[in-house]
Nanobody, 120 residues
Framework: VQLQASGGGLVQAGGSLRLSCTVS????????MAWFRQAPGKERDFVAA????????YYADSVKGRFTISRDNAKNTGDLEMNSLKPDDTAVYYC??????????????WGKGTLVTVSS
């Protein structure tokens, strides 16, 4: 399976970006997919997840009300719409699939990240 994230870039605080993740090589609709991010010098953190059917959606508290996760199973893609961006949102964003949650979110398949930089 291959995942490719795109859509990162430089944006001013208060602005918006839309990240996309294209997944190939697996039955995409069967699995929960998620977005994570890793800021410089910090651990990778969970951002949002959406189940295969799209019915159940989960967000980190830090992005609730600002970010929206979605998926299109027909196209094998998942998106992360990010609004009201803050400098603290600056990070490399990763998409992942075959995700489950226990004490924390764990995923099997990961894509290369895309850098989001929010200037103040």
């Amino acid at each position: 399976v291959q995942l490719q994230a795109s859509g990162g870039g430089l944006v001013q605080a208060g602005g918006s970006l839309r990240l996309s993740c294209t997944v190939s090589g697996r039955t995409f609709s069967a699995y929960t997919m998620a977005w994570f991010r890793q800021a410089p010098g910090k651990e990778r953190d969970f951002v949002a997840a959406i189940t295969g059917s799209g019915i159940n959606i989960y967000y980190a508290d830090s992005v609730k009300g600002r970010f929206t996760i979605s998926r299109d199973n027909a196209k094998n893609t998942g998106d992360l719409e990010m609004n009201s961006l803050k400098p603290d949102d600056t990070a490399v964003y990763y998409c992942a699939t075959r995700c489950t949650v226990g004490a924390r979110w764990e995923c099997v398949d990961w894509g290369k990240g895309t850098l989001v930089t929010v200037s103040s």
